[in-house]
C-alpha cells in the first residue's frame, strides 16, 4: 500500500430521485489514514451517499474532494483512478473468474501489472492464498468478502469505501475483517457504512449518524452516547 492516504471532503451534499430528496446538506471529512463509520437504519441514505462519492449516482448539490481534487464532476474510473477505492454491499466480485483473476484484473486496470500489489492485499487476507484457483462465484459469501475487500485493496487506493462488509458474514471472518481495517490505520483512510453498531465503534475514529438523509450525531466513539446511538439506527 505504497499510496499516501488522501482527506475525504464531503460538504453540502444533496441528492434526490426525482421529487424525493434523498440525501440533505450531509457534509463531514475523513482525515488521512482514518476511519470514519456510517450508522444508520435502512433507509437513512448511507447506500445512496457511497453512490454518489463514487460517481455511481449523481450529486443534486454538493462537493467531494479527495485530498483537494475536486470529484463531484468526474465519472466513476476517473475517480477511481485518484485513489478511491469501493466495495459495495453484494460484493459484485467476477463470478466466473478465480480469486487469483479476480485479483490480478483489479491491479492491472489501475496499472499495477507487476504481483507486489496482488501480494500486499492477499498478504492481509492469507485464506485466500488455499482458494487462488477456485471461482469467485463458487466461494461462501464470506470467502467472497474477503476477496472484495483485497480485490479493493489491490488497487493500492488512498481511501477505501465499505458497504456494510459485516453483513451475513460469520463471525470468524467479521473478526477478519475488523482486523484488517485496524491494520490500515495509518495507511489508507476508510469510510465505513455498518449497521452492526459494536463492530463500527470498535474501528471507527470517528462516526457520523444518518438519519432521513441529513447527518444527525456526529463524533468521538469513546464520547458518543450508546443509548442515543442506538435509538438512531434501532430497525
Known sequence: MTQAPA????????????????????GFAVEPGRCLAVLGRNGAGKTTLLRCLTGLIPASQGRI??????????????????????VPQGREIFPDL????????????????????????????????????RPGGNLSGGQ??????ARALATRPRALLLDEPTEGIQPSIVAAIEAVIAGLRGRITVLLV?????????????????SRGSVVVRGDPATLNHEILTRHIAI
Open 98 to 133: 478465480t480469486v487469483a483473476e479476480n485479483l490480478r484484473v483489479a491491479a492491472r486496470a489501475h496499472g499495477l501489472g507487476r504481483t507486489d500489489a496482488v501480494d500486499e492485499a492477499v498478504t492481509l487476507f492469507p485464506a485466500l492464498r488455499d482458494l487462488w484457483h
Open 7 to 26: 482527506r475525504l471532503a464531503v460538504e453540502g451534499l444533496n441528492q434526490h430521485y426525482g421529487s424525493a430528496q434523498v440525501l440533505r446538506g450531509v
Open 194 to 210: 455498518e449497521q452492526y453498531l459494536d463492530f463500527a465503534l470498535r474501528v471507527g475514529d470517528a462516526v457520523v449518524v444518518l
Open 144 to 149: 467472497q468478502q474477503q476477496l472484495a475487500i
Open 65 to 86: 474532494a479527495l485530498d483537494g481534487t475536486e470529484l463531484t464532476r468526474l465519472s466513476s474510473d476517473r475517480r477511481a483512478r485518484t485513489g478511491l477505492a469501493y
